[in-house]
């Protein structure tokens, strides 16, 4: 540690230092703006200074507290704070805890440790206040709100501009204008900074008539709109989604001579973007160059996130980043999310590990957002496992999941049917003050309905404040999944008559619910209700749904006829249900015109060619069943073998057909064997699965197991 600490940029941490509190104060404000500062070297002075002195003091578990917050070592942060004896808190203690969650994101912890300042019979100061008014409008309880809104007049900050503007701006946030506009017509005193609050506020909701209503306003009360205003009026237009108006006033703002900000530009982006104008980004990129908002870094951002946003481009972003010589956060989260968002989930992965090898040797290491952009990466291409290994290093590294990650992780814990996991992350969710968020709450549902616990799942779903859709559209594709159609049903019904109107994954998985019941009265209402009652255009996933349900059923001439009906064109999930229903119902009358629209398709889907290979084969016709397998090697088709796992001691183990490398496979072998002689003693027919119905073979077990 000597060696360490004689090779600090700083001077050394002696006794005379540690004696003197002014010196101290001085010595701890250097080490938190040296670019050189490390958490290793920060670690070692923090014990260097529990060896060396005899008690806390306020200041320097305030310091330390805004060391740790510095590197996101946020649970060393409050490991500081509980360690701290009581008669050594302070407002400079407790502010610094409570900013220390809040700017990580924590803000449920902010308000809990809020609750605990009051109970100890602290008060609230001007520090407080903003950061406690910024953590409500952040969790968006309106009740909460007008709690501390009582706080702040109790405590006689009512006129105090700084805390009274963050009020304008929390009941921004929280959708509750009216509210905002009475704080500010009380105010007795308002800033430019007041009015920019309130345009803010106004642009959030998007409702860009009431930004330029106020903008208007405070042109007659005599108040220069400032840069400030312009960018929020930008703001509010441009998240209304009227990005032509944004452009033009832009181009307004050029003309009269307004200051142009690094916001303003990054706002004209982010507009570029979210058009897809990946050319207007580039003309704006010139006007970057040209007006010397290079040096600005939430622009460089920007750019990464318009060039980020096509594949195609991503060479370009990665560029930019590479230009960039003081990288933020921002910055690396911007590259990785890119990747990640475009599928590219190794390359972000790769990204995510450059950033990590800085850890101890800059403030910049992943955090959530980091760590949650390349787990939810791996999780939406389907490499479910990858994505909980990262979990649990992510775990291990100490990085607290937020909303983001949980959800993530939860669906992850849906399609492997991972039940202790998930019981794990709702525990998780619920000490950490998770479970009211709505995101959390449909992962939550989504993972109890996949896994077959209807009863938490309903628990749950009963508590979730101001459910959406996704909310009832987890409990109805759940009930289907399961075979439950009428309980599906009943659920739309109950949805419908609570208010909400449903979408098109609504009534996919509604129909595909009643297909998997047999319900072909109620799926054949649904599907008229959909397109009569809600006007939804029917697409391909409903009618592959529609011709799927009465196939099973065996109305294969009406499904056939829904086919050949549709106004869009059939692709091979349409074609697969009808496919399916002729194996099921052995009718071989269709499966020539089948097969000639199946060759004829250009999709990368195997499933069909793979069912049809082996409806040829059932039927004795060889060579048929050759020559649709050798078509679909031609077209560069590879199967995906089919796949099961179990969970145990919180490892997924996966078992494929051909693939041992368990290390209990002979148990398993055992196990399977013994359920195969007893299939075949009560004359269940298992010669579907596999020809020999004893002495199976490792490849032929593990297709059971499938």
């Keep these: 540690m000597k060696n360490m600490l004689s090779s600090l940029p700083y001077p050394k941490l002696t006794p005379s230092i540690i004696n003197n509190h002014n010196h101290l104060l001085d010595f701890f404000d250097h080490l938190l703006h040296h670019q050189c500062f490390t958490l290793q070297q920060a670690r070692q002075i923090h014990t260097q200074l529990i060896l060396t002195t005899t008690h806390h003091s306020s200041f320097l578990s305030a310091r330390l507290i805004a060391t740790y917050s510095r590197f996101n070592s946020i649970s060393e942060a409050r490991k500081i704070f509980t360690t701290t004896p009581f008669e050594s808190l302070s407002n400079l203690v407790w502010n610094s805890i409570i900013r220390a969650n809040v700017s990580h994101g924590y803000y449920n912890y902010a308000v809990k440790i809020y609750h605990q300042m009051m109970k100890f019979g602290f008060l609230p100061d001007g520090f407080t206040l903003p950061l406690i008014i910024k953590s409500c409008s952040k969790i968006g309880s309106v009740g909460l709100c007008k709690i501390v809104h009582c706080h702040v007049l109790e405590t006689g900050f009512k006129n105090h501009v700084h805390v009274v503007n963050e009020l304008v701006g929390m009941y921004g946030k929280v959708r509750r204008m009216e509210d905002a506009c009475k704080v500010f017509d009380g105010m007795v005193v308002r800033s430019v900074l007041s009015w920019n609050t309130l345009v803010s506020g ?18 007659l009360e005599g108040l220069e709109p400032n840069y400030v205003t312009w960018t929020s009026l930008l703001s509010s237009h441009a998240r209304c989604g009227l990005f032509d108006e944004t452009m033009e006033l832009f181009k307004v703002m050029r003309i009269k001579g307004i200051e142009i900000s690094g916001e303003a530009v990054a706002v004209v982006l982010s507009v570029c973007a979210d058009m897809d104008g990946v050319q207007r980004g580039k003309e704006i990129h010139g006007f970057v160059i040209k007006g010397g908002y290079e040096d600005y870094l939430f622009v460089k951002n920007a750019l990464i996130g318009i060039y980020g946003k096509k594949r195609e481009d991503l060479g370009d972003a990665h560029k930019i980043f590479s230009d960039i010589k003081n990288k933020s956060l921002v910055s690396w989260n911007a590259l990785i999310s890119s990747y990640a968002d475009s599928g590219l989930c190794d390359d972000a992965y790769e990204v995510f590990l450059k950033l990590e090898k800085s850890n101890g040797h800059s403030p910049v290491r992943p955090n959530v957002i980091s760590w949650s952009a390349v787990i939810s990466g791996f999780a939406s291409k389907g490499r479910l496992e990858k994505s909980l290994e990262l979990f649990r290093q992510m775990q291990l590294a100490k990085v607290m999941a937020n909303c983001v990650t949980i959800s993530s992780v939860l669906s992850v814990c849906a399609e492997l049917a991972a039940l202790n996991l998930g019981r794990e992350l709702h525990a998780y969710a619920i000490r950490n003050l998770m479970d009211d968020n709505i995101l959390v709450g449909n992962g939550l549902v989504n993972m109890y309905m996949k896994c077959g616990v209807f009863e938490e799942a309903h628990l749950v779903f009963d508590n979730i404040k101001g459910r959406d859709l996704i909310s009832w559209n987890s409990l109805i594709g759940g009930y289907g999944m399961h075979g439950l159609g009428e309980n599906a049903v009943r659920t739309f019904d109950e949805m419908i008559n609570a208010g909400l109107r449903p979408d098109k994954i609504t009534f996919v998985a509604v129909l595909s619910a009643c297909s998997h019941a047999g319900l072909v009265a109620a799926g054949r209402n649904l599907f008229d209700r959909m397109v009569t009652e809600f006007s939804i255009e029917p697409t391909v996933e409903h009618y592959a ?116 490398v368990h290390l209990e496979q002979d148990e398993i072998f055992a196990i399977l064997n013994e359920l195969a002689l007893q299939m075949a003693s009560v004359h269940y027919s298992i010669n579907s699965c596999f020809h020999q119905p004893y002495n199976l073979d490792e490849s032929e077990l593990l297709l059971v197991a499938n």
């Excluded at 998007?206 to 930004?211: E, I, R, S």
């Design 202 to 219: 106004y642009a959030f909701n998007f409702d860009y008539v009431g930004a330029f209503r106020v903008f208007k306003r405070m042109e």
């Design 545 to 660: 749904c529609m011709v799927d349900l009465l196939g099973r059923a065996g109305l294969l001439q009406e499904a056939h006829d829904i086919v050949r009906n549709m106004p869009i064109e059939p692709n091979e999930c349409v074609w697969g249900a009808l496919l399916n229903s002729c194996r099921m119902y052995r009718d071989t009358d269709l499966i020539e015109e089948i097969e000639s629209r199946i060759l004829a398709l250009k999709s990368e889907i195997t499933g069909s060619f793979m069912l049809l290979s082996n409806i040829y084969a059932d039927s004795g016709k060889r060579e048929d069943s050759a020559r649709v397998r050798v078509s679909a090697k031609e077209k560069g088709f590879k199967k995906i073998p089919g796949q099961s796992w179990i969970e145990v001691r919180k490892k997924v183990y996966t078992f494929s057909a051909g693939n041992v």
